[in-house]
């Protein structure tokens, strides 16, 4: 099975050469280009019809302009932002732009080749540092309490996965009961044993981990506000 190609787009030699080390030590995935410019990463994309490409379309050279082409020329390829933290409206424009994917050029390692695997396979990846500052700046929060986000990993069974899944999308617990064949006394377990594993207090922080986590798309619980 051939390697997945990526295409690192970042005007930063420091920044090209930390995501270079880091994709080297991974199995399965191959630096194809590197891009300096817009121009420049739309022409190698071009060439080179990447699995992935990682932009910093905050560095110089790029913008979110960057985001919006690649994605009306080249629809199937993935997105993944590495930038320096922004305001939650630079992020959402780049949300609503086209990134798949989206964490903080100081995250680590790790983290980093989280964010890459995930991409590659289709499921965006957010680190929790990003989808609190969208919160505090571009969603009503006022009557949610704030949740502490980590990108640690949770351990769900199958059954609170799916429970996950329904609360996320907006079923009632009653509803959630009669799709899973499930007593309402059962789904209510499940919820407060959801909620416990994931340090949350309410639904609210459910639905961020679920957009985080990538069960649900940010698209329906991001940008149903004012600010649309």
Same mark, same amino acid.
Do not use: E, P, R
């Given at each position: 099975?051939?390697?997945?190609?990526?295409?690192?787009?970042?005007?930063? %030699?420091?920044g090209r050469l930390g995501l270079n080390a880091i994709i080297s030590r991974m199995d399965g995935f191959d630096v194809v280009g590197e891009a300096e410019d817009s121009d420049e990463a739309l022409a190698l994309i071009e060439e080179k019809s990447p699995t992935l490409v990682i932009v910093d379309f905050l560095s110089d050279g790029f913008g979110v302009d960057t985001v919006v082409a690649i994605r009306r020329s080249f629809p199937k390829v993935l997105l993944l932002a590495i930038t320096p933290l922004q305001s939650g409206s630079?992020?959402?424009s780049a949300l609503r732009a086209g990134i798949d994917s989206y964490i903080k050029k100081s995250c680590d390692m790790l983290e980093v080749m989280d964010a890459i695997i995930s991409t590659s396979e289709? %499921?965006?990846?957010?680190?929790?540092k990003i989808l609190t500052k969208i919160r505090e700046e571009s969603i009503d929060i006022s009557d949610l309490e704030v949740v502490d986000l980590s990108c640690d990993a949770v351990g769900l069974s199958k059954r609170e996965k799916e429970v996950l899944s329904l609360i996320s999308e907006g079923y009632t617990n009653t509803k959630i009961a009669d799709i899973l064949f499930l007593s309402s006394h059962t789904v209510t377990t499940h919820r407060k044993n959801i909620m416990f594993k994931l340090g949350v207090k309410n639904t609210a922080g459910i639905v961020m981990y679920a957009v985080k986590s990538g069960i649900v798309s940010p698209n329906k619980f991001l940008f149903h506000t004012d600010n649309q």
């Open positions: 099975m051939s390697n997945k190609s990526i295409i690192i787009a970042d005007s930063s %030699t420091v630079t992020l959402i289709g %499921t965006s990846f957010y680190c929790g």
